[in-house]
């Protein structure tokens, strides 16, 4: 990993192999007999409209995580491996969450804004459904992972999705986000923002997460890498910044040493547990339990 980190954007997915080769047997060795899983649940009437629910079985009533991949518009899913993105959800779902892991539709098939509208399908899903499996349905925070977190802002912020977000949703965490749209030659994924947002680089402003950023009503966590894919973590420091004009909201902004844009995500459940105690803090402040 620290061989890796200074060399992360020279190439990306070979790096993101490779990373994820490092954390995939150490999150095998973990327990989570203790959880349980329900796979591949319809939340709508495409094939990548799916989720996975990790939960205890017990008769509390526990706030709900759920969790949007990345991918770079076109690709990516809710299993990666046999372990991650489990990992992830069987984290939260230890430190007393339900998780919720979510599948949407990909570029090109799928176009702007219309992430934003499987995101609030999933959201609709989990406030009908969520008590069944020990979850509060009006206490959900939201969490994005790089493309995931751009599908995140778009439900919550940005007013083409048409909706604003339910009241079942309290708070949004932002991973490594593409939080401004943009296809230069300095990003790696430009296709994949071609992909999806089209190509007249005109309308990328206006389908920029950091566009909508007053307009967020909702307490937001940005965390950024150490080693980001590049310019990401401009983009995270752009947004926050913008945040910053709203006195009245909670918010946190969080640079992880160490961890790159991949490691993330592929590093929760593996004994690091810095990241993950960050969230769950600023989820439970969110939420009124501490």
């Not at 009241?167 to 790696?188: H, Q």
Request: net charge negative; glycine share 8%; proline share 4%.
């Amino acid at each position: 990993m620290l061989a890796i980190g200074p060399v992360w954007g020279s190439a990306i997915q070979v790096h993101r192999d490779e990373v994820l080769a490092i954390y995939d047997p150490i999150v095998t060795q973990v327990s989570d007999a203790s959880i349980a899983v329900n796979r591949d649940i319809a939340y709508g009437d495409h094939d990548r409209q799916r989720l996975d629910i990790f939960y205890q079985t017990d008769d509390e009533r526990r706030p709900v995580i759920v969790f949007v991949h990345g991918g770079a518009f076109v690709r990516g899913s809710k299993s990666v491996s046999t372990n991650v993105y489990d990992n992830v959800l069987y984290w939260f779902a230890k430190r007393g969450f339900v998780g919720v892991n979510i599948e949407y539709k990909l570029a090109s098939e799928n176009k702007y804004p219309m992430g934003g509208d499987d995101v609030a399908k999933a959201v609709d899903w989990v406030e009908r459904n969520i008590e069944s499996f020990g979850g509060s349905a009006d206490r959900v925070i939201i969490m994005g992972h790089s493309a995931g977190a751009t599908h995140v802002c778009t439900y919550a912020i940005d007013p083409m999705c048409g909706r604003r977000p339910s009241s079942s949703v309290r708070g949004l965490v932002l991973l490594s986000g593409r939080l401004r749209v943009d296809a230069t030659e300095a990003n790696p994924n430009a296709k994949g923002v071609r992909a999806y947002f089209g190509n007249d680089e005109s309308t990328y402003e206006g389908q920029s997460p950091v566009s909508h950023a007053t307009q967020c009503s909702l307490p937001t966590m940005v965390a950024i890498a150490q080693y980001e894919n590049p310019l990401l973590d401009g983009y995270g420091i752009e947004f926050f910044n913008r945040l910053t004009s709203l006195p009245e909201s909670k918010k946190k902004f969080l640079q992880v040493n160490g961890h790159n844009h991949s490691s993330m995500v592929f590093h929760f459940n593996s004994g690091d547990d810095f990241l993950g105690l960050e969230i769950e803090k600023f989820a439970l402040n969110v939420l009124g339990d501490l």
